[in-house]
């Protein structure tokens, strides 16, 4: 067990539609990442939050937004789903800002779009 | 664009050998290199973190090297084990911008 949290481990919703993902970090960690990892595909970073703020994007959709609150954990919004954004969705979290500080990964939580 | 480039693709090795695994990188500039172990659908696990000062890092079986003048890293399992069956991933970290970027991962399967 990483101690970091993801919820939910499954989530089956229509095109179109806007889901939440929800990552809860080990105690004490101040940023998350969040990736996508398609079917058979490479992990793809999306964004980084630390302490609050976004840090870094990456190959992020304008229908993608994301925010990290003042207990830290963090949200991940998906809207106007599409078939291809089926993927499991991680978060990781790491305790400091600096890129050479361990991440640590949840058990993803798996989108499925029809 | 940088690009982390993983080979081979996948592998088959027998139970108690040894194997490497290559990844090749063009991110610049450089901050830390990083090799993960991911079962199928489950999170990745650290195995090791590399920064740029560092030649060679173990952890237990796995030995990771680094050479930084050619952007190459290996991964080297000794005495594999079934349960190293999975998917390896090098991920490198760009310094200014603190991204990441993945490899797709070498799939190896340790065979009885």
């Known amino acids: 067990d990483s101690g970091v949290t993801q919820t939910p481990k499954h989530l089956i919703t229509a095109t179109g539609q806007r889901v939440t993902l929800r990552c809860s970090p080990r105690s004490g960690d101040l940023s998350v990442y969040w990736y996508q990892q398609s079917l058979d595909q490479g992990l793809q970073f999306l964004i980084h939050?630390?302490?609050?703020?976004?840090?870094a994007k990456g190959n992020i959709l304008e229908r993608f937004s994301a925010q990290q609150f003042p207990d830290l954990h963090s949200e991940l919004n998906l809207s106007s789903l599409e078939l291809g954004d089926s993927a499991l969705y991680f978060c990781?979290?790491?305790?400091?800002?600096?890129?050479?500080?361990?991440?640590?990964f949840g058990q993803g939580t798996r989108l499925t779009v029809v | 664009k940088n690009q982390v480039e993983q080979s081979p693709q996948s592998l088959i090795i027998l139970e108690g050998k040894n194997c490497t695994l290559q990844c090749n990188y063009t991110v610049s500039p450089f901050s830390n290199l990083r090799w993960y172990k991911q079962d199928t659908g489950r999170g990745p696990v650290s195995l090791t973190i590399m920064t740029f000062s560092e030649n060679t890092k173990s952890n237990g079986r796995y030995t990771a090297t680094l050479d930084a003048d050619t952007k190459q890293s290996s991964l080297h399992i000794t005495a594999s084990q079934l349960s190293d069956s999975a998917s390896y991933i090098c991920?490198?970290?760009?310094?200014?911008?603190?991204?990441?970027?993945f490899g797709d991962g070498t799939t190896l399967t340790v065979k009885p």
């Open positions: 991920v490198v970290i760009n310094t200014n911008a603190g991204k990441s970027t």
């Open positions: 990781a979290s790491s305790a400091l800002d600096s890129g050479n500080t361990e991440a640590f």
């Open positions: 939050y630390y302490n609050g703020e976004e840090r």
